[in-house]
């Protein structure tokens, strides 16, 4: 299984960044799927997370109502819609897969990771 994000760049604050991950290898209905982020200096963090129902869905706290998981087994993709971006959300963002966990909260849980996509929030 291989994980490709893409969307991440330099956004000023307060704008809006689309991240997209497709998978490759098996279709993601087999997986729990979920973004996480690491900012310089910092440990890997989750930030969303969607289980096989688009009703499932979990956010880190300082992320809800700003930021939107969902899946599209169509295209065997995963996106984050990201609004209202702050200077804190910068980081590199992973896409996560995990065989077992329907709902990916942890690094633990993950056993498959994208190679990250850059997001920087900066005027």
């Known amino acids: 299984v291989q994980l490709v994000e893409s969307g991440g760049g330099l956004v000023q604050p307060g704008g809006s960044l689309r991240l997209s991950c497709v998978v490759s290898?098996?279709?993601?209905?087999?997986?729990?799927l979920a973004w996480f982020r690491q900012a310089p200096g910092k440990e890997r963090e989750f930030v969303a997370a969607?289980?096989?129902?688009?009703?499932?869905?979990h956010y880190l706290a300082s992320v809800e109502g700003r930021f939107t998981i969902s899946r599209d087994s169509a295209k065997n993709a995963v996106y984050l819609q990201m609004n209202s971006l702050k200077p804190e959300d910068t980081a590199i963002y992973y896409c996560?897969?995990?065989?077992?966990?329907?709902?990916?909260?942890?690094?633990?849980?993950?056993?498959?990771w994208g190679q990250g996509t850059p997001v920087t929030v900066s005027s």
């Open positions: 969607v289980g096989e129902s688009e009703t499932n869905k």
């Open positions: 290898g098996r279709a993601i209905s087999y997986y729990g």
């Open positions: 996560a897969a995990s065989r077992i966990w329907a709902v990916v909260t942890a690094v633990s849980r993950v056993d498959h």
